[in-house]
């Protein structure tokens, strides 16, 4: 910890943990004491100057974040996950292992992102199906991304649909349906292209993901 960063009570950093000027550690969300939740960020962490992650959340080891990120309250993160500049994940997110979130991307709560997914900047993911009603609490549906799937820049996906396993959602898109498993889909709204194991590099004609 530097001299400008503020840790509060019951943060627990794992050794080779690096944490940069300007940076707030287990800060208490509404209604609890500065304290009272624990904050474990796990060995070999790195986070960046002006983040902010709050306590009651469990990271994993080798977790990287870019500038002012900002993780919030009973967020679960694996191993080996990054968060980019400015990218904002809500209270009650779940990151599997090997997860990428590039910059300026929001994750609200309830979002689920399996193992190995994959998002590029400027993604937005959403949760209220019905905003500023009487219910909207009550009736969130988070975005469950499945493992391998891949979400290009600037896109949009809409309350509680599924993105497959391997899936890859092409840059610019709405998603207001669920996506199936191995599928590229691409536009507004998305819709399905063609197979991810179809495509092929334009100057080689080999396969862009050989393994799947």
Known sequence: MTASSIQFPNVHLGPGAVVDDFVILGRAPKGAQPGSLRLDIGPDGVIRSHSVIYAGSTIGARFQCGHGALVREQCTIGEDCSIGSGSV???LVKLGNRVRIHSNCFVPEH????????????????NAKFPQ???????????????????????????????????????????????????????????ILCRVS?????????LVYPGV
């Open 89 to 91: 994940l809500e209270f």
């Open 111 to 126: 979002s689920v992102l399996d193992d190995d997914c994959w998002i590029g900047p400027n993604v937005v993911f959403t």
């Open 133 to 191: 009603t009487p219910r909207t609490k009550e009736l969130l549906a988070g975005v469950h991304i499945c493992r391998g799937a891949k979400v290009g820049a600037n896109s949009t996906l809409l309350p509680g649909i599924t993105i497959g396993a391997g899936a890859l959602v092409g840059a610019g898109s709405v998603v207001t349906k669920d996506v199936p498993e191995g599928s590229v889909v691409a536009g507004n709204p998305a819709r």
């Open 198 to 206: 179809d495509l092929r590099h334009s100057d080689t004609n080999e």
